[in-house]
Structures are given as structure tokens and as C-alpha cells.
């Protein structure tokens, strides 16, 4: 293949079946029109008449002259002329041109060429000049390409390739490249192609050049005898020499394709260090950290970063340019350095945050974990004011505490301050001054804890300890509470069984009756807050119960909030604690009615869900069982995503400080699961909250007894058809034990009224000589728990020890769990809690003395 030289580009251009040129004249256009406006003034000068005959043979004369005319334009012996393509300078342009040039038309032959395409393809003359596909037919090198180009050329497309010509006779070979577009956007010339072939030979060993330097650059960087990484702004590893991979025990192939992160090759807190660096929009910087760099095995190697950081227009930056130089060596053969790598391992490895500051404020010095903390404040440390992290109420005890170290003050108090943030969290500053020497930079170091998590614990405690007392004085405040009720109900009693209905003064004693039993209510309810009452399951319809809550319930949730009870059809029974399900329901519905302050509606729905609609369900940890299903839904604020799977937890409040336990929720939790049942809760920010509680079915046992079911009244009697009144009267020695006076006696009326005989106790000991002095008389013992000198389990003890059969009756306000703990195993009693109506003492006591 010829090689093109300057004799070949300083040849003339060809143009092959060029058409000749047409060029035309102003001079000629201005005499043909004096020639006629010359006739026209010889013809006015004769006669109409005279005139007429030579006016006709002119007009019959140019009209033949524009008809051959016509006839020869549409023959295309006549064309006009196109000044464009007459213009010397864009003829020139191709003519001269440095790449080749060459037209096609479309049956392949070359209409036209420049200088520089004879010399690139070889041609001599204007008769050796070849189109392209003729001129590399053969070379398989080019084949491909050629036909390409073809292709495109027929298609009336632009296309373009690059190919390498082969040199002969060991001659270096050339790259070329070969384009390919239509002449024009019309029809006709769309069917011409241009072809344009250029030597890029030059441009191609001037890029291998750059390739091989580039390369030979990796390699030297690569094997340096220290390390060097590339980090992006997202914490990514870009780039790791193959020294420093080596260091780490890291593989090349894993590194740059999102394998490795700053974090996984940094020990401890020190990539804050990295990521703390703030400079202005198009500043460089370079800073120097001694930290420590994890292997993949875990162990670390102490090295000095040389860091250096490009910051965009944005002041976003760009990839770092890190130098690593091991300092492991150092460390064996150098005490003094070995001393500083230690120094510096504890200045940045300690989980302690640690700050050297001016009188101002400002950081001088930071070590990783006080950058790692700044970073979770939104804070960049580096040269500002460590006054920022320090919320506003708590910033003057800290500038206080900064200006006693600048004087050279000892001993400060540690400042205990709120940091600034959308959450709340506490730290503690130690203070202490620096040497008289360096208070010119630096006025104070300054070591900060976070405490966030401990005040929470302590938080927590305290909570829970004013739990603890709040339940407690609940429970003795119940306690002696029922026993005034126990009085006020029984002497009631007495006045309703004197007073006819007809009566003027019947209503008024109704009224301290229902007032009695309001009150009752009120005390069992503390002695539930306190976890102090009996509780004992008994079945239970979720329908009548609920009904019985509706009053409670509305006067909890106000008036702006709207109460909607659905009833399923045909629930079936659930055996649960009568309190606990009421405490659970009461508990749903405040929190309910804290969630929606502008009113809104509650909707309490309850229904049978069977084995099928169960599994259906698939909630997480329910097995597929008949349950009924109680849902609480409310239209408040919702609870956000991120906090949903807490709301059980103890302690967890979204409540201002004060305004709420953070127990409400976890005790729904545990009461549903102590009864075997499960709560899940349904909630999107915004739209409402909807806990949905499953109560497995009860399955009663074929020869079980009627149990009555419980309702909400204190002392209310079941509520049933017609029925023959029962018979509470009875026969019997009863010796009954109780400290309070007015009670006692009240008591014992009661139990003769009904036909028993009563021996009368105020403590233990009187009640142990009574049972001495009536031995084998005494059939049944009614006993407080809680009293002076003796209490009821150390009697009950003291009488079995006399009498094993003897049957006991204990009556207190605490729950009989509270002394159940302390009695010998297998001990059979009864057990009444107050307060109780007469009514309700006389059904235990007959009940108990009646043979089984």
C-alpha cells in the first residue's frame, strides 16, 4: 500500500465526468434589452397600420426563442446556473483538504477526488482512481469494515470505522479512518456518497505511548514501598495499591467494585478522622493521621496517612490522594517512636472523646471518637467551636469551665450538658488545663463521655421505683380503704333489712349503697394498679362484658371522642380475669384518647375467627386456632414506622416526661399473653391505629358445672331468671378474728342475724385462747389477714397444728396472693375479699360450712 508524501498532497485535484462549468453575463441581458426597447421606438414611430405586420413577426419570434427555451430546460440542455458551485473558496476547500475525499455515485463510481485521497489510495492520475471497496478488496483486515461502510453508503447513513492497514515488506503498517455519508439532504443527491479516509497513524502511537506510560506508572505505584488508596466521598475504596493490599491481606479483585469501605480497613473510630476534614468550595488540603489500619484477620498495623482532598465548586469532595506509610517497623527499632505509636493507639482507640481547645472555643485537636461524635451532631469539628455541641441552657457552665482552665485553674467540677440535636442526648465535660506554655493555641484539653444511655437507665430506675411506691402506698391506702367501705356496706345492709321500700328514707340508703359500691370499684381498681388483687380467670362473655365497660369508657375518653361498640353474633366464651381484661381494654382506650387531642372515634369490634381465618391471617407467633378477636381502632395520629416495634417494650413512652408510665402498653402485652392470647398492633402515621387482641376459645369440659360468668359491679349478683330467693340462714359456732372494732361487731350482727353463734376476736392470741376454751365447739373461723401481734397465715399455722380439718375463711383487702406465698403447701381455705355486703358473708360462710 502507498504511503501518501508532500509531492502526492501538492498534486492538482481531479474531478472525473466533471460537467463543464456555465457561467453568464449582465452585459448581455442589458443589450437584448436596449435592442428591444429600441424596436419599440422604431414601430411607435410608423403607423398603426405599417407597425402591425413587423409587431407580429417580433412577438412570433420570441415566442419560438422561449419554447425551444422550455423545451431544452425540461430536456436539461439548458440548466440554471448555481453560484454556489461556482465559489472559489469552497471548491478550494475540498480540493485541499488533508483528509481524503471522494464522491460516489450510485452505481459506485468516483465522480470526484481530491489530492490528499490519490495520495492516501495510491491513485496517479485521475484514470487509477478506485472507490474504496475496490481498493481493499482482499484484505481481510478491512473487509469487514469496508462492508459496513457500504452498507451505510446504500442506506443513505453516516458511518464510520478505523482499520489497520498492514505494512509490506516489513514496512510499519497505518491506521486509517474511513467515513462514510450521503451528499445531501435532497433525493438526488441523497444517491451520491462521500467518502473521507484519513491517517490517524500519528494520533495512534501518540495514545499507545500514553497507555504504555500510564502503565508503567500502576506498575512503579503499585509496587512503591508504601501504600496508597483512593477513598470517594460515599467511604468506598476506589483504588488500593497492591503494597498496601499486601499489608492488609486484602485480594486486588475485590477492591473497586464496591467490595471494601473506608470502615473496613480502618481500626476503631479513626475513618471519622478521614471523613472530619472541612475546607472551602475549590480548596486542597493534606492532613497527617497517625492511626491504626485492620488486616482481614483482625489484627491492626500502626501507619501515618498523608490525606489529601480536592473539594469541588460545591464544596463537595472529590476522591482522596492517600499516602500510607507503615510505621510497624518503626515501632520494633525505634523506642522513641515505638513511644508515640502507643500514645497515639490510645489517643484514638480510647472510648473516651477527646478535644484540645483555645480560649474560644475552637478545636484545635480531636481524636477519632470525638470526630465520630461530631459527625452523629451534624458538627465538623476540625477549627470550630466545640460551644456548638452544647445545647444553649447548658453552654454557659461549659465556657465557665473553659475559661478557669485558660487561667491555669485545677480541680473544675465535670459540666454535665444537654447536646444540641434533634434528639435528646447528654454528655459529661472534664475540663482540665494545659501547660502555662501551650495556652497560646491551646487553653483547654477536654474529655467528653456520652450519657445518654446511662441517664436513660437512670431514668428507667427511677421510674420504676415510683412505680414501686406509687403501687405501694395504693395498695395500704385499698387496704384500709375496704375496710371503712366493709363497715359503711354492712351497716347498710342492716338499714335496708329495716326499711321497707315504701319508706322515705329507703332512697337515701340506695344511694349510700350504690355510692358504697362506686367506691369499691374505685378501690379495686388501684389494687389492680398495684398488683394486688386476686386474680382469677373465669369465663367470660367478651359482649356483656364490654357492655358493662361502656360508661367507664366514655367518661375516660370524653366528649370529643366518639364510642362505637359492634358486637359479633354468637361470640363464644373466653376464660379470663375479669380485671385484667378490663384494664386491658381501659389501658388501649386512654392511649386511644391521647391520640387523638381534637376528637375522633373509638370503635371497639369483636368476632369469631375460626381455625380457617386464622390461618389465613399468618400473624407472626399465633398458631392456627379459634380465637375471638377484640379490635380497638381509633382515627388518631398513628405511630410512626421507626418506633412501632417498641410500643411494647417497658418504659417505652412517646409521652412527654411525667405524662405517661411507658407501662400501659407492655402491661396490655403481658395480660393478653399471660391468658393465652395475642396483640398485634396495625398502624400508618397519620391514618389511625388499630390493635387487634386474640382471646383463644374456651372449650368447656362436658361435666362441668355452670360457671357464672363475671360482670362488672363489685358485689353484683348474677343476673339470671325467676328463681326461688336462696336460703342463707344456718346453724354453727363461728369465731371470727378482726382487729378493727366497729367492723368485727358489725360482722358478728350480721352472722347471728342469720342463726349462727359468734365468738368474737380482736388478734391471733385471743382468737388461739377462744379455740382453746370452745374446744371441738368451733366450726368455722372468719379471720383478717393482716393484724397486730399474730397475722392470719401464723393462726392459720397455730389452729391446724390443733385441729387439721379446721375450716378457715380468710377476708382482706390485699390480694390473697400476698400471704398465699407464706402458708405451708396443700393448706385449704377460703378466701373473701373486701370490702363485701352481708349478703356476700353470709354466702361464703354457709358455702364453706356446707359439706362437700
Same mark, same amino acid.
Given at each position: 500500500?502507498?504511503?501518501?508524501?508532500?509531492?502526492?498532497?501538492?498534486?492538482?485535484?481531479?474531478?472525473?465526468?466533471?460537467?463543464?462549468?456555465?457561467?453568464?453575463?449582465?452585459?448581455?441581458?442589458?443589450?437584448?434589452?436596449?435592442?428591444?426597447?429600441?424596436?419599440?421606438?422604431?414601430?411607435?414611430?410608423?403607423?398603426?397600420?405599417?407597425?402591425?405586420?413587423?409587431?407580429?413577426?417580433?412577438?412570433?419570434?420570441?415566442?419560438?426563442?422561449?419554447?425551444?427555451?422550455?423545451?431544452?430546460?425540461?430536456?436539461?440542455?439548458?440548466?440554471?446556473?448555481?453560484?454556489?458551485?461556482?465559489?472559489?473558496?469552497?471548491?478550494?476547500?475540498?480540493?485541499?483538504?488533508?483528509?481524503?475525499?471522494?464522491?460516489?455515485?450510485?452505481?459506485? +463510481?468516483?465522480?470526484?477526488?481530491?489530492?490528499?485521497?490519490?495520495?492516501?489510495?495510491?491513485?496517479?492520475?485521475?484514470?487509477?482512481?478506485?472507490?474504496?471497496?475496490?481498493?481493499?478488496?482482499?484484505?481481510?483486515?478491512?473487509?469487514?469494515?469496508?462492508?459496513?461502510?457500504?452498507?451505510?453508503?446504500?442506506?443513505? #447513513?453516516?458511518?464510520?470505522?478505523?482499520?489497520?492497514?498492514?505494512?509490506?515488506?516489513?514496512?510499519?503498517?497505518?491506521?486509517?479512518?474511513?467515513?462514510?455519508?450521503?451528499?445531501?439532504?435532497?433525493?438526488?443527491?441523497?444517491?451520491?456518497?462521500?467518502?473521507?479516509?484519513?491517517?490517524?497513524?500519528?494520533?495512534?502511537?501518540?495514545?499507545?505511548?500514553?497507555?504504555?506510560?500510564?502503565? +508503567?506508572?500502576?506498575?512503579?505505584?503499585?509496587?512503591?514501598?508504601?501504600?496508597?488508596?483512593?477513598?470517594?466521598?460515599?467511604?468506598?475504596?476506589?483504588?488500593?495499591?497492591?503494597?498496601?493490599?499486601?499489608?492488609?491481606?486484602?485480594?486486588?479483585?475485590? !477492591?473497586?467494585?464496591?467490595?471494601?469501605?473506608?470502615?473496613?480497613?480502618?481500626?476503631?473510630?479513626?475513618?471519622?478522622?478521614?471523613?472530619?476534614?472541612?475546607?472551602?468550595?475549590?480548596?486542597?488540603?493534606?492532613?497527617?493521621?497517625?492511626? =491504626?489500619?485492620?488486616?482481614?484477620?483482625? %489484627?491492626?498495623?500502626?501507619?501515618?496517612?498523608?490525606?489529601?482532598?480536592?473539594?469541588?465548586?460545591?464544596?463537595?469532595?472529590?476522591?482522596?490522594?492517600?499516602?500510607?506509610?507503615?510505621?510497624?517497623?518503626?515501632?520494633?527499632?525505634?523506642?522513641?517512636?515505638?513511644?508515640?505509636?502507643?500514645?497515639?493507639?490510645?489517643?484514638?482507640?480510647?472510648?473516651?472523646?477527646?478535644?484540645?481547645? =483555645?480560649?474560644?472555643?475552637?478545636?484545635?485537636?480531636?481524636?477519632?471518637?470525638?470526630? %465520630?461524635?461530631?459527625?452523629?451532631?451534624?458538627?465538623?469539628?476540625?477549627?470550630?467551636?466545640?460551644?456548638?455541641?452544647?445545647?444553649? @441552657?447548658?453552654?454557659?457552665?461549659?465556657?465557665?469551665?473553659?475559661?478557669?482552665?485558660?487561667?491555669?485553674?485545677? =480541680?473544675?467540677?465535670?459540666?454535665?450538658?444537654?447536646?444540641?440535636?434533634?434528639?435528646?442526648?447528654?454528655?459529661?465535660?472534664?475540663?482540665?488545663?494545659?501547660?502555662?506554655?501551650?495556652?497560646?493555641?491551646?487553653?483547654?484539653?477536654?474529655?467528653?463521655?456520652?450519657?445518654?444511655?446511662?441517664?436513660?437507665?437512670?431514668?428507667?430506675?427511677?421510674?420504676?421505683?415510683?412505680?414501686?411506691?406509687?403501687?405501694?402506698?395504693?395498695?395500704?391506702?385499698?387496704?384500709?380503704?375496704?375496710?371503712?367501705?366493709?363497715?359503711?356496706?354492712?351497716?347498710?345492709?342492716?338499714?335496708?333489712?329495716?326499711?321497707?321500700?315504701?319508706?322515705?328514707?329507703?332512697?337515701?340508703?340506695?344511694?349510700? %349503697?350504690?355510692?358504697?359500691?362506686?367506691?369499691?370499684?374505685?378501690?379495686?381498681?388501684?389494687?389492680?394498679?398495684?398488683?394486688?388483687?386476686?386474680?382469677?380467670?373465669?369465663?367470660?362473655?367478651?359482649?356483656?362484658?364490654?357492655?358493662?365497660?361502656?360508661?367507664?369508657?366514655? @367518661?375516660?375518653?370524653?366528649?370529643?371522642? %366518639?364510642?362505637?361498640?359492634?358486637?359479633?353474633?354468637?361470640?363464644?366464651?373466653? #376464660?379470663?380475669?375479669?380485671?385484667?381484661?378490663?384494664?386491658?381494654?381501659?389501658?388501649?382506650?386512654?392511649?386511644?384518647?391521647?391520640?387523638?387531642?381534637?376528637?375522633?372515634?373509638?370503635?371497639?369490634?369483636?368476632?369469631?375467627?375460626?381455625?380457617?381465618?386464622?390461618?389465613?391471617?399468618?400473624?407472626?407467633?399465633?398458631?392456627?386456632?379459634?380465637?375471638?378477636?377484640?379490635?380497638?381502632?381509633?382515627?388518631?395520629?398513628?405511630?410512626?414506622?421507626?418506633?412501632?416495634?417498641?410500643?411494647?417494650?417497658?418504659?417505652?413512652?412517646?409521652?412527654?416526661?411525667?405524662?405517661?408510665?411507658?407501662?400501659?402498653?407492655?402491661?396490655?402485652?403481658?395480660?393478653?399473653?399471660?391468658?393465652?392470647?395475642?396483640?398485634?398492633?396495625?398502624?400508618?402515621?397519620?391514618?389511625?391505629?388499630?390493635?387487634? !387482641?386474640?382471646?383463644?376459645?374456651?372449650?368447656?369440659?362436658?361435666?362441668?358445672?355452670?360457671?357464672?360468668?363475671?360482670?362488672?359491679?363489685?358485689?353484683?349478683?348474677?343476673?339470671?331468671?325467676?328463681?326461688?330467693?336462696?336460703?342463707?340462714?344456718?346453724?354453727?359456732?363461728?369465731?371470727?378474728?378482726?382487729?378493727?372494732?366497729?367492723? @368485727?361487731?358489725?360482722?358478728?350482727?350480721?352472722?347471728?342475724?342469720?342463726?349462727?353463734?359468734?365468738?368474737?376476736?380482736?388478734?391471733?392470741?385471743?382468737?388461739?385462747?377462744?379455740?382453746?376454751?370452745?374446744?371441738?365447739?368451733?366450726?368455722?373461723?372468719?379471720?383478717?389477714?393482716?393484724?397486730?401481734?399474730? =397475722?392470719?397465715?401464723?393462726?392459720?399455722?397455730?389452729?391446724?397444728?390443733?385441729?387439721?380439718?379446721?375450716?378457715?375463711?380468710?377476708?382482706?383487702?390485699?390480694?390473697?396472693?400476698?400471704?398465699?406465698?407464706?402458708?405451708?403447701?396443700?393448706?385449704?381455705?377460703?378466701?373473701?375479699?373486701?370490702?363485701?355486703?352481708?349478703?356476700?358473708?353470709?354466702?361464703?360462710?354457709?358455702?364453706?360450712?356446707?359439706?362437700?
Amino acid at each position: 500500500m502507498a504511503t501518501a508524501t508532500d509531492n502526492d498532497l501538492s498534486r492538482e485535484p481531479i474531478a472525473v465526468h466533471e460537467p463543464p462549468r456555465r457561467s453568464g453575463s449582465i452585459v448581455l441581458v442589458l443589450l437584448v434589452a436596449v435592442c428591444l426597447v429600441a424596436v419599440a421606438i422604431a414601430l411607435m414611430t410608423l403607423g398603426r397600420t405599417q407597425a402591425q405586420p413587423y409587431i407580429l413577426g417580433i412577438l412570433a419570434l420570441l415566442a419560438m426563442v422561449g419554447l425551444f427555451n422550455l423545451f431544452a430546460f425540461a430536456a436539461g440542455i439548458v440548466r440554471f446556473a448555481n453560484r454556489s458551485a461556482d465559489d472559489p473558496i469552497i471548491g478550494h476547500i475540498a480540493d485541499h483538504a488533508f483528509d481524503g475525499l471522494a464522491v460516489s455515485d450510485p452505481r459506485g +463510481h468516483v465522480v470526484y477526488s481530491n489530492a490528499a485521497y490519490l495520495a492516501l489510495t495510491g491513485a496517479a492520475s485521475a484514470q487509477d482512481v478506485r472507490p474504496v471497496e475496490r481498493i481493499f478488496i482482499g484484505n481481510p483486515d478491512v473487509s469487514e469494515a469496508v462492508f459496513r461502510l457500504l452498507k451505510a453508503a446504500r442506506e443513505g #447513513k453516516r458511518q464510520q470505522e478505523e482499520v489497520r492497514i498492514a505494512g509490506h515488506d516489513g514496512a510499519h503498517g497505518r491506521w486509517l479512518r474511513m467515513r462514510v455519508r450521503p451528499l445531501g439532504a435532497g433525493k438526488r443527491n441523497a444517491k451520491y456518497s462521500v467518502w473521507s479516509i484519513a491517517d490517524i497513524t500519528r494520533d495512534r502511537e501518540l495514545q499507545e505511548d500514553v497507555f504504555k506510560e500510564l502503565q +508503567h506508572a500502576i506498575e512503579y505505584l503499585d509496587h512503591a514501598p508504601c501504600g496508597f488508596f483512593s477513598v470517594n466521598s460515599g467511604g468506598d475504596l476506589v483504588y488500593v495499591n497492591a503494597t498496601l493490599a499486601n499489608w492488609l491481606d486484602h485480594d486486588l479483585a475485590e !477492591i473497586g467494585s464496591g467490595g471494601l469501605k473506608l470502615t473496613d480497613i480502618v481500626s476503631g473510630d479513626g475513618a471519622s478522622l478521614l471523613t472530619s476534614i472541612v475546607a472551602g468550595p475549590g480548596e486542597v488540603k493534606t492532613e497527617v493521621f497517625d492511626i =491504626d489500619l485492620r488486616m482481614r484477620g483482625g %489484627k491492626t498495623m500502626p501507619v501515618r496517612l498523608y490525606h489529601k482532598l480536592a473539594f469541588g465548586a460545591d464544596g463537595t469532595p472529590g476522591p482522596s490522594r492517600t499516602l500510607v506509610i507503615s510505621r510497624a517497623r518503626e515501632e520494633r527499632s525505634d523506642s522513641q517512636r515505638a513511644a508515640e505509636v502507643r500514645f497515639m493507639r490510645f489517643f484514638d482507640h480510647t472510648p473516651m472523646a477527646i478535644a484540645t481547645v =483555645d480560649r474560644s472555643g475552637a478545636v484545635v485537636r480531636a481524636n477519632a471518637r470525638f470526630a %465520630k461524635l461530631a459527625q452523629s451532631l451534624n458538627f465538623d469539628s476540625a477549627g470550630k467551636s466545640i460551644f456548638r455541641i452544647v445545647n444553649s @441552657r447548658d453552654r454557659g457552665l461549659l465556657i465557665a469551665a473553659i475559661n478557669r482552665a485558660a487561667e491555669g485553674q485545677g =480541680d473544675i467540677a465535670p459540666v454535665e450538658a444537654m447536646l444540641e440535636g434533634a434528639t435528646e442526648r447528654w454528655g459529661q465535660f472534664f475540663v482540665t488545663a494545659v501547660e502555662e506554655g501551650e495556652r497560646e493555641t491551646e487553653a483547654a484539653i477536654i474529655y467528653m463521655l456520652e450519657t445518654t444511655e446511662r441517664r436513660a437507665l437512670e431514668n428507667q430506675i427511677n421510674q420504676s421505683q415510683k412505680m414501686d411506691m406509687v403501687g405501694q402506698l395504693a395498695g395500704g391506702i385499698a387496704h384500709d380503704f375496704n375496710n371503712v367501705l366493709s363497715a359503711i356496706m354492712m351497716a347498710n345492709d342492716f338499714l335496708l333489712n329495716a326499711h321497707k321500700p315504701t319508706d322515705p328514707s329507703f332512697q337515701d340508703i340506695m344511694q349510700i %349503697k350504690q355510692n358504697a359500691t362506686r367506691a369499691a370499684t374505685l378501690v379495686r381498681q388501684l389494687l389492680a394498679f398495684s398488683r394486688r388483687q386476686t386474680l382469677r380467670p373465669q369465663v367470660l362473655d367478651l359482649g356483656d362484658a364490654l357492655s358493662d365497660l361502656t360508661m367507664l369508657l366514655r @367518661r375516660l375518653i370524653g366528649e370529643k371522642v %366518639k364510642l362505637d361498640l359492634v358486637h359479633g353474633r354468637d361470640l363464644w366464651p373466653v #376464660k379470663v380475669d375479669v380485671s385484667q381484661f378490663e384494664q386491658v381494654i381501659v389501658n388501649l382506650a386512654v392511649n386511644a384518647r391521647d391520640a387523638m387531642p381534637d376528637g375522633g372515634k373509638l370503635t371497639v369490634r369483636t368476632a369469631n375467627l375460626t381455625v380457617e381465618e386464622s390461618t389465613r391471617l399468618a400473624y407472626k407467633g399465633m398458631p392456627a386456632a379459634d380465637y375471638v378477636r377484640i379490635a380497638i381502632s381509633d382515627t388518631g395520629t398513628g405511630i410512626p414506622a421507626d418506633i412501632v416495634d417498641k410500643i411494647f417494650e417497658p418504659f417505652f413512652s412517646t409521652k412527654e416526661v411525667g405524662k405517661g408510665t411507658g407501662l400501659g402498653l407492655s402491661t396490655v402485652y403481658g395480660i393478653v399473653k399471660q391468658t393465652g392470647g395475642f396483640v398485634y398492633v396495625n398502624s400508618e402515621e397519620g391514618n389511625g391505629t388499630t390493635f387487634d !387482641i386474640f382471646l383463644p376459645r374456651h372449650h368447656p369440659e362436658p361435666d362441668a358445672q355452670h360457671e357464672v360468668h363475671a360482670t362488672n359491679g363489685a358485689g353484683r349478683e348474677p343476673a339470671a331468671g325467676p328463681k326461688p330467693r336462696a336460703d342463707l340462714t344456718g346453724q354453727g359456732t363461728i369465731l371470727l378474728v378482726e382487729d378493727e372494732e366497729g367492723l @368485727r361487731s358489725l360482722n358478728a350482727r350480721g352472722l347471728r342475724s342469720r342463726g349462727y353463734s359468734v365468738i368474737e376476736a380482736s388478734n391471733g392470741i385471743e382468737a388461739m385462747e377462744a379455740l382453746e376454751e370452745k374446744e371441738g365447739a368451733v366450726d368455722l373461723v372468719v379471720s383478717d389477714v393482716v393484724m397486730p401481734e399474730m =397475722d392470719g397465715p401464723t393462726l392459720l399455722k397455730a389452729m391446724r397444728g390443733r385441729n387439721p380439718d379446721l375450716k378457715i375463711i380468710f377476708v382482706s383487702g390485699y390480694a390473697e396472693d400476698a400471704f398465699e406465698k407464706s402458708l405451708p403447701e396443700n393448706q385449704q381455705f377460703a378466701f373473701l375479699p373486701k370490702p363485701f355486703t352481708l349478703s356476700q358473708l353470709v354466702a361464703a360462710v354457709k358455702e364453706t360450712m356446707t359439706p362437700q
